[in-house]
């Protein structure tokens, strides 16, 4: 098992761990062939070995693995780069790759960093309350919904009434999915929305590897979800969040939605993301919605879970 990220020397954050977490865990996953390389019978491990991908990227073995280690501080971009080529990353797991070097960088932990503990502008609660037919809530994160609209209630009221909410007032997708059973049944598609979750967990550990909240929250999941400990420990990572969402709502039945996540920068250096759920014009999910919408019309409480009328 992998443990959560831990704060050593005080308030500096060692992201050495992660680092030869990723990297290890990319090269694992990249078959010879893939990059032009002859396949040998007598390879041990899985994927590329160490000086194999040092010859991709141009550099030596013993610098790669040093770099594998977790000594990534003094690493220029260009190198970086050249690394996330040669073992074929995306753009959003080469966006975590330069992250985990800039936070591992002394003037990356003592710099500028985004913030999660921001108050939301009433402007943004108006904007999101203003999508009446269209579900939209605010995230940080950490995947605390800090704001969202009545039909965002109405659609996760599941998630709302949970226990995982009531202990703490508000409603956070981590916690809802590994620790709530009701989950599951909830989300058609458990495993794969699972997984982009902490995959986006993930991504933000890199970019702030000093919430003492973010780690905190993937201790207390690592230590209750033996299902978040594994996909903690696959290192995937995803940024730029978009698809779509199947639901089995226990009001209205069977939903799916179409769903994107925008930047929303905010004030004091925040950066959250909006959110917002669509259903396709003319199919019975998007009945189901508009059954919804109904049911959220009056209601105005920014937290208060909905409810059909009875």
């Known amino acids: 098992m992998e443990p959560p990220p831990e704060s050593r020397a005080g308030s500096r954050t060692d992201n050495r761990s992660d680092i030869r977490g990723f990297l290890t865990s990319r090269r694992a996953r990249l078959a010879p062939e893939r990059v032009g390389l002859p396949t040998s019978r007598r390879r041990r491990v899985p994927g590329l070995r ?12 013993e610098w790669y693995t040093r770099l ?21 990353l995306d753009e959003d ?6 992250d985990l070097a800039r936070a591992a960088r002394p003037a990356g932990r003592a710099g500028r960093r985004r913030r999660n ?37 109405a659609l996760y009221s599941p998630m709302f009434d949970s226990d995982t909410t009531a202990e703490r007032g508000f409603a956070n997708f981590p916690r809802y999915f590994f620790l709530d059973p009701g989950s599951s049944r909830f989300f058609v598609d458990w495993e794969e929305g699972a997984k982009a979750t902490v995959a986006v967990l993930r991504a933000e550990a890199g970019r702030e590897p000093h919430d003492r909240a973010l780690r905190e929250l993937v201790g207390e999941l690592s230590t209750l979800s033996p299902e978040f400990r ?18 089995d709502h226990p009001e209205v039945g069977r939903l799916e939605l179409t769903f994107r996540s925008l930047n929303l920068p905010l ?42 009328p009875r």
């Not at 995803?238 to 698809?243: A, L, N, T, V």
């Not at 004030?267 to 049911?295: F, I």
């Open 230 to 247: 594994t996909m903690w420990a696959s290192h995937d990572v995803r940024i730029h969040h978009e698809g779509v969402k199947r639901l």
């Open 93 to 98: 797991e080469r966006t975590y790759l330069l």
């Open 267 to 308: 004030a004091q250096r925040a950066v959250h993301d909006l959110t917002v759920y669509a259903a396709e014009p003319g199919t019975p999910s998007e009945d189901r919605l508009k059954v919804l919408a109904s049911w959220a019309a009056p209601r105005t409480s920014a937290t208060e879970p909905l409810r059909p």
């Open 117 to 153: 503990d921001v108050e939301i502008p009433s402007s943004v609660q108006w904007m999101v309350d203003s999508m009446t037919m269209a579900p939209a809530f605010v995230r940080n994160g950490r995947l605390d919904l800090v704001a969202s609209n009545a039909l965002c209630r």
């Open 68 to 88: 594998e280690r977790g000594h990534i501080g003094g690493v220029s971009e260009e190198v970086l780069e050249a690394v996330a080529r040669a073992l074929l």
């Open 50 to 61: 160490r000086e194999e991908v040092a010859a991709l990227a141009g550099v030596s073995t």
